[in-house]
């Protein structure tokens, strides 16, 4: 099994670990094939430094970024991570209330177990992470609903036309969960905490897709909908979804720069330079190895966010040197909601920013346009 770092978020993976029945823990921890996308995503950002400055005033030091048309305290967003109100009972809009209280951004998955409504009613803004499905009145039906619930972004997610295998998975038996054999269910009663907080809101379902399924079980209705993932999505199914949709437009997934040409051409107001976190492909190039061919590519047309391994304070100083506008987060979210629910999602944003504090004054930059200002000048190739 790969073992990866876990940076800043080491304590609540550990906490999260220890509450998390086996399965739910492997299913946020695991990645695809091998893992080594996961593992390079990490060993990507050790190749880099930033260098110390002295002799300049940094008693004030801002952390505020504009991304994606909103305003956030801190350059980074709470990625879509689907099935995460099954981690607490706080659910994925505790998750909500932590970022908005904090100012930073957050997107809700296709697969949340609150619906995107519940989850928009906390405030904040949140981006509703969607795919484009084959059938269109389905993706229709999302985006009239992301309108009428007030939410002014999409992300739509194109790395996921095939599903592959995550061995963690195969192992648990995760997606068989729906009727869960006798080990699985002692797996679960060995977590009292988690279990007795589940049963708080009865039995889960897929909140987001309950109007689309015609079976109970989230397993069972995440197999419907996987299968739903339209995978001839090409430019004119993205340049449709344009048509359909007139808020803010974000292509995630993206790890080319001919991908982010096709996305802005087509309409599209963003990207977010993504391997799923190491979950799709394996072995792909870390996000980190690729940023700077896309910031090309971007040429300064469009917001661009790049998630996968973010774990420290000096990544994010990192990608947003190499060009990235903000960055996201998938595990550490999904870990800190796990270990403590909203407080804890709370904490670790809290900390995310105090590292990017510290890493941007020991810089001597006193802010995000100074960073974005000096660019790739600040790092230091080890
Ligand atoms: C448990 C889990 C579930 C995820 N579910 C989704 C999803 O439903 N939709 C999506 O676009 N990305 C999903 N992702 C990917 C994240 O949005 C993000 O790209 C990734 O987690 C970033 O890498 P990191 O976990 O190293 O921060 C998921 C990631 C994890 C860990």
């Not at 999260?16 to 996308?37: C, I, K, M, N, T």
């Not at 099954?86 to 659910?91: Q, V």
């Not at 079980?217 to 359909?244: C, F, H, K, N, Y």
């Not at 802005?264 to 690729?290: C, F, K, W, Y």
């Amino acid at each position: 099994m790969t073992v990866v770092d876990d940076g800043a978020f080491a304590a609540l993976a550990a906490r999260a670990r220890q509450r998390l029945p086996r399965l739910f823990a492997d299913y946020v921890d695991g990645g695809a094939h091998g893992e080594h996308s996961m593992a390079r995503n990490r060993a990507a950002f050790g190749r880099w430094g930033v260098v110390p400055r002295g002799l300049r005033d940094v008693s004030q030091v801002g952390t505020g970024v504009r991304c994606f048309g909103q305003d956030w305290t801190a350059p980074f967003m709470l990625a879509p991570v689907g099935f995460a109100g099954m981690l607490h009972s706080d659910r994925e809009s505790g998750a909500a209330r932590a970022a908005r209280r904090c100012g930073v951004g957050m997107a809700v998955s296709t697969f949340s177990i609150e619906a995107m409504e519940d989850v928009a009613a906390v405030g904040g803004s949140p981006f509703a992470q969607i795919y484009v499905f084959r059938d269109r009145a389905l993706t229709q039906d999302m985006l009239a609903r992301a309108t009428a619930c007030g939410i002014q972004g999409i992300i739509v997610t194109i790395d996921t036309a095939i599903t592959p295998v995550r061995e963690r998975d195969v192992r648990n038996g995760f997606r068989h969960l729906s009727r869960p054999s006798a080990r699985q269910m002692a797996g679960l009663a060995g977590r009292p905490g988690w279990s007795l907080g589940m049963l708080r809101h009865g039995m889960p379902v897929i909140g987001n897709l309950r109007p689309y399924t015609t079976v109970s079980g989230v397993m069972g209705q995440a197999r419907e909908m996987a299968a739903q993932i339209d995978p001839t999505l090409d430019r004119s199914g993205l340049e449709w979804l344009r048509s359909e949709w007139k808020g803010q437009l974000i292509v995630k997934g993206v790890m080319h720069p001919d991908d982010a040409r096709l996305a802005l051409d087509a309409g599209a107001d963003g990207v977010i330079v993504s391997n799923h976190g190491g979950r799709q492909m394996d072995p792909s190039p870390a996000t980190i190895e690729v940023l700077p061919g896309i910031v090309d590519a971007v040429g300064g047309r469009a917001d661009i966010v790049l998630d996968s391994g973010i774990r420290r304070g000096g990544d994010v100083v990192t990608a947003l040197a190499l060009g990235a506008t903000a960055v996201s987060v998938g595990r550490p979210w999904a870990w800190a909601l796990a270990a403590a629910g909203e407080q804890g999602v709370e904490t670790a944003i809290q900390a995310l920013t105090q590292e990017i504090r510290d890493v941007l004054g020991l810089a001597g930059l006193r802010d995000i346009a100074s960073l974005r200002a000096a660019g790739a000048e600040i790092l230091w190739r080890m």
